[in-house]
C-alpha cells in the first residue's frame, strides 16, 4: 500500500488523530532530537572521516546563515505538520523522524566521529556567526550529519506533502547541505551519510504507517 501524497488526502476515521495527540508526538519527536546535546557535549575520542577530497572543501563563512536559518525552518515544519499534515502522512513523518534519530544517536556512540575544524582568523559578522556554531555545537557526532538528515527527510515529506513545490524542497535541501560543508561542520562523507539513513528512515516511516492502515 502507498500512501496517498495529495495534501487533502485523509486516512480512516477510525484512524484519526486529534489534536492532543499530534502536540503529544510533537513534543516527543523535540524532545528526542534534544537527546543530540548531551551526546554532542560528552563524547570523546573517535576518528575523523576525511577523504582527499575534503581538501577541496572551501570555507565560507556566509553559509552559516543558512546553517543557521535552518533550525528555524525545521522547527516551523514539525509544527507545521503536527497541525495540517493527513493522518496517514503524519503517522509516517514521525516514525520515520524518531527511526532515523535514534539510528543516528546509536552511531555517534558506537562509533563516535568528529570534525577537525578550519581556523577562524577572519572579522566580521559572518565570522562571528561561524565562531557561534563553533562555541555551541562541538566537534563531534559528524557521522552521519544531522543537518544533513533533517532537511532531507522534511525535503522527502514536504515534497510528497506538496509535490507542485519539488524545486523549492530540492533548493532548500542543497543549500544546506553545502551549509554544513562550508561552514567547515561536516566532511564530505558526513552529508552522504545523512542522506542515505533519511532515505531509508523515510521509507520505513511510509512502509510502517501503510502497515498501520492495513492493521
Not at 13 to 35: D, E, M, Y
Not at 128 to 138: A, G, M, N, P, S
Not at 205 to 211: C, F, I, M, V
Amino acid at each position: 500500500m502507498i500512501l496517498d501524497s495529495h495534501p487533502e488526502s485523509s486516512s480512516p476515521a477510525s484512524l484519526s488523530l486529534s489534536l492532543k495527540k499530534r502536540l503529544g508526538w510533537l513534543v516527543v519527536l523535540l524532545g528526542v532530537q534534544l537527546l543530540y546535546i548531551p551526546i554532542n557535549r560528552f563524547l570523546q575520542g573517535g576518528a575523523v572521516l576525511a577523504i582527499p577530497w575534503d581538501a577541496r572543501v572551501p570555507f565560507w563563512p556566509a553559509w552559516a546563515v543558512p546553517y543557521l536559518l535552518s533550525l528555524f525552518w525545521w522547527a516551523g515544519c514539525f509544527v507545521w505538520a503536527a497541525l495540517e499534515m493527513d493522518d496517514a502522512l503524519y503517522r509516517a513523518f514521525v516514525v520515520s523522524v524518531l527511526a532515523v534519530l535514534l539510528a543516528s544517536y546509536v552511531v555517534y556512540l558506537l562509533y563516535p566521529t568528529y570534525v577537525e575544524r578550519p581556523s577562524v582568523e577572519g572579522t566580521g559578522w559572518t565570522y562571528d556567526l561561524v565562531r557561534l556554531i563553533y562555541r555551541h555545537d562541538q566537534v563531534y557526532n559528524a557521522f552521519p550529519s544531522g543537518h544533513t538528515y533533517t532537511t532531507v527527510l522534511i525535503g522527502l515529506f514536504w515534497d510528497r506533502w506538496y509535490p507542485r513545490l519539488r524545486w523549492l524542497w530540492v533548493t532548500i535541501v542543497v543549500i544546506v547541505v553545502l551549509s554544513t560543508l562550508f561552514t567547515g561542520q561536516h566532511n564530505l562523507l558526513d552529508p552522504i551519510g545523512g542522506i542515505i539513513l533519511a532515505w531509508a528512515g523515510y521509507r520505513f516511516g511510509l512502509w510502517w504507517a501503510a502497515r498501520g492502515v492495513r492493521g
